[in-house]
Nanobody, 121 residues
Framework: QVQVMESGGGSVQAGGSLRLSCVVS?????MGWFRQAPGKGREGVAA????????YYDDSVKGRFTISEDNAKNAVYLQMDSLKPEDTAMYYC?????????????????RGQGTQVTVSS
């Protein structure tokens, strides 16, 4: 069973930055970050193909968020800059055991418990 632990959420003012971290216990083919605001569905924001450096971003975060990985630590990070109030949500880290497509949170094989990000205006 894969264990996923996210950290790094918090409250910031608009224009600020946060860095989310995700440590995974098992192997995976791709990882992604998605968010979910109250009353809304899951929204994929960024994904990375494990070990390749290939990344994908939702248009709403392009140029502001950066996903990266540290394979030695089995960790994935999400650097979030120029945060906006509309970025406020619970952020989750998830992934797949095989294949790609981790920008779509509905096909993840596993995910963590989430970390809250709140951006005030």
């Amino acid at each position: 069973q894969v264990q996923v632990m996210e950290s790094g959420g918090g409250s910031v003012q608009a224009g600020g930055s946060l860095r989310l971290s995700c440590v995974v216990s098992g192997t995976h083919s791709c990882m992604g970050w998605f968010r979910q605001a109250p009353g809304k569905g899951r929204e994929g924001v960024a994904a990375i193909v494990t070990g390749s450096g290939t990344t994908y971003y939702d248009d709403s975060v392009k140029g502001r968020f950066t996903i990266s990985e540290d394979n030695a630590k089995n960790a994935v990070y999400l650097q979030m800059d120029s945060l906006k109030p509309e970025d406020t949500a619970m952020y989750y880290c998830g992934g797949k055991f095989s294949g790609i497509g981790c920008l779509n949170p509905y096909i993840h094989d596993f995910r963590g418990q989430g970390t809250q990000v709140t951006v005030s205006s």
